[in-house]
Antibody
Framework: EVRMVESGGGLVRPGGSLRLSCTAS????????IHWVRQAPGRGLEWVSS????????FYADSLKGRFTISRDNAKEEVYLQMNSLTTDDTAVYFC?????????WGQGTTVTVSS | DIQLTQSPSTLSASVGDRVTITCRAS??????LAWYQQQPGKAPKLLIY???ILESGVPSRFSGSGSGTDFTLTISSLQPDDLGTYYC????????FGQGTKLEIK
């Protein structure tokens, strides 16, 4: 079964950091780019970042202003999202998704809450 | 940044109706557009990719069209399970989503 599972969410203070993980299974992991997408409470989907299969190409939403870093470990079949200088605007459910022609396999999401 | 603008923002329709949602890009994205359905409390589900190609397992009542800057998602005969919010996403330059169209069943 093809699966994506996010972990690492939780409650963090403003200005703090958090690292999310996305664990994949059931497909050739290194052949696919992986994307992070977030959804603030009651809001729409916001594309966050992506990383190619070889890690050669990484992209970020301009709004993140260099605070987030995406990486992957193909041996572990994991992708990571390091999030620094968090603000209340970063409160959201964070999804990881596999890209084939589009984002065809999604995880269930992990919740990040930034609050004092 | 490429901006995607969906219309309408909300839509109420009856079972059996033909429903159309549009997505307009701020610059040409060729056919690098996908459509998703998101039901409450769930992850998005891919419906259409490359503007008009139906994802495997998606009912044939869903169809997509367009290229360049103007795109359309059509549901030919609305079913009760089609309620949810629909999003377009572009892959031409990095990526971005439209703001969503909430579809309600009358």
């Amino acid at each position: 079964e093809v699966r994506m599972v996010e972990s690492g969410g939780g409650l963090v203070r403003p200005g703090g950091s958090l690292r999310l993980s996305c664990t994949a299974s059931g497909f050739t992991f290194s052949s696919h780019s992986i994307h992070w997408v977030r959804q603030a409470p009651g809001r729409g989907l916001e594309w966050v970042s992506s990383i190619s299969g070889s890690s050669k190409y990484v992209f970020y939403a301009d709004s993140l202003k260099g605070r987030f870093t995406i990486s992957r470990d193909n041996a572990k079949e994991e992708v990571y999202l390091q999030m620094n200088s968090l603000t209340t605007d970063d409160t959201a459910v964070y999804f990881c998704a596999r890209r084939s022609q589009a984002l065809d396999v999604w995880g269930q999401g992990t919740t990040v809450t930034v609050s004092s | 940044d490429i901006q995607l603008t969906q219309s309408p923002s909300t839509l109420s329709a009856s079972v059996g109706d033909r429903v159309t949602i549009t997505c307009r890009a701020s610059q040409s994205i060729d056919d690098w557009l996908a459509w998703y359905q998101q039901q409450p409390g769930k992850a998005p589900k891919l419906l259409i990719y490359k503007a008009s190609i139906l994802e495997s397992g998606v009912p044939s009542r869903f169809s997509g069209s367009g290229s360049g800057t103007d795109f359309t998602l059509t549901i030919s005969s609305l079913q009760p399970d089609d309620l949810g919010t629909y999003y377009c996403q572009q892959f031409n330059t990095y990526s971005s989503f439209g703001q969503g169209t909430k579809l309600e069943i009358k």
